[in-house]
T-cell receptor, first 114, second 112 residues
């Protein structure tokens, strides 16, 4: 298996622009997580899905952030409009709860908002 | 606020030495304690995990020690190697709740 795939790997955008981050989880995994990593706040869980349904979005910082999972093999995290404080590395992770608690992380998307 | 407090923020150890990272928690409902390892430019990866019904778990050179009464757990890296240089995160979660609460991370540098 190729593991969790994220795109793009790097994104540089200007303040006010819309940003869309993409994730393909490991095939067969029924949980998908979006995390944000910064030096100041560490690793933060933003939202997670089970069988494509959002379960907990309490970590989403504000209404500018939204996430969707239209099918079992694809999820997006959108920021509209983006702000410089959104600059971070965004990770997607997936898991198969039936077999283990392990979360498999993707390589991340480094977002820079200028 | 972070539910899992991790220390130290960074440490440097000589090759062959022992690296020790400590974590503490308050929520006694936590029942799963994993450690994740992250190399620069990569996502975190599960290293080792423990449940509160055991006091120690060892996998190769990595050992978790768990003290339920003190609400503390630690990671020991024995015979540290340069390839162990990475950031290590402790985490905790509650049984049916899949959310992981991560510590702030410890950057370990192993000098050859």
């Amino acid at each position: 298996d190729a593991g969790v795939i994220q795109s793009p790997r790097h994104e540089v955008t200007e303040m006010g622009q819309e940003v869309t981050l993409r994730c393909k989880p490991i095939s067969g995994h029924d949980y998908l997580f979006w995390y944000r990593q910064t030096m100041m706040r560490g690793l933060e869980l933003l939202i997670y899905f089970n069988n494509n349904v959002p379960i907990d979005d309490s970590g989403m910082p504000e209404d500018r952030f939204s996430a969707k999972m239209p099918n079992a093999s694809f999820s997006t995290l959108k920021i509209q409009p983006s702000e410089p404080r959104d600059s971070a590395v965004y990770f997607c992770a997936s898991s198969d709860r039936k077999s283990s608690y392990e979360q498999y992380f993707g390589p991340g998307t480094r977002l820079t908002v200028t | 606020q972070q539910q899992v407090k991790q220390s130290p923020q960074s440490l440097i150890v000589q090759k062959g030495g022992i690296s020790i990272i400590n974590c503490a928690y308050e929520n006694t409902a936590f029942d799963y304690f994993p450690w994740y390892q992250q190399f620069p430019g990569k996502g975190p990866a599960l290293l080792i995990a423990i449940r509160p019904d055991v006091s120690e778990k060892k996998e190769g050179r990595f050992t978790i020690s768990f003290n339920k009464s003190a609400k503390q757990f630690s990671l020991h890296i024995m015979d540290s190697q340069p390839g162990d240089s990475a950031t290590y995160f402790c985490a905790a979660s509650i049984g049916n709740d899949y959310k992981l609460s991560f510590g702030a991370g410890t950057t370990v540098t192993v000098r050859a």
